[in-house]
């Protein structure tokens, strides 16, 4: 199995940017699609993006589509999530995933469909 840290996570005004980072280790980390959701307190864990195994594709929810990019680093095991024109909506706990899959090209954007998740980094974007 595969095990991921996120890091990244912090306070920032409305506008501003963060990026996060998921370091992972344990398995063969270009054999993994990955992807980040987020929590908001009182919500369900939502989708916000995914990458394909070698990176050539990504999706994003429409709530961060343009503000957000998703990327990876196969060489270094880490995935990550660039963050720009942060609002106070993106406040949540941000969550790394990964899914083992031997699929190319297709993209996983329900939370049910991987099976291994970091401990989640805050974010919290004040107004």
């Known amino acids: 199995q595969v095990q991921l840290v996120e890091s990244g996570g912090g306070l920032v005004q409305a506008g501003g940017s963060l990026r996060l980072s998921c370091a992972a280790s344990?398995?063969?980390?270009?054999?993994?699609?990955m992807a980040w959701f987020r929590q908001a307190p009182g919500k369900e864990r939502e989708f916000v993006a995914t990458?394909?195994?070698?990176?050539?594709?990504?999706y994003y929810a429409d709530s961060v589509k343009g503000r957000f990019t998703i990327s990876r680093d196969n060489a270094e095991n880490t995935v990550y999530l660039q963050m720009n024109s942060l609002e106070p909506e993106d406040t949540a706990v941000y969550y790394c995933?990964?899914?083992?899959?031997?699929?190319?090209?297709?993209?996983?954007?329900?939370?049910?469909?991987?099976?291994?998740w970091g401990q989640g980094t805050q974010v919290t974007v004040s107004s």
């Open positions: 344990g398995r063969t980390f270009s054999n993994y699609h």
């Open positions: 990458i394909t195994r070698s990176g050539s594709r990504t």
């Open positions: 995933a990964a899914k083992d899959s031997v699929s190319l090209t297709y993209l996983f954007t329900k939370k049910d469909e991987y099976a291994y």
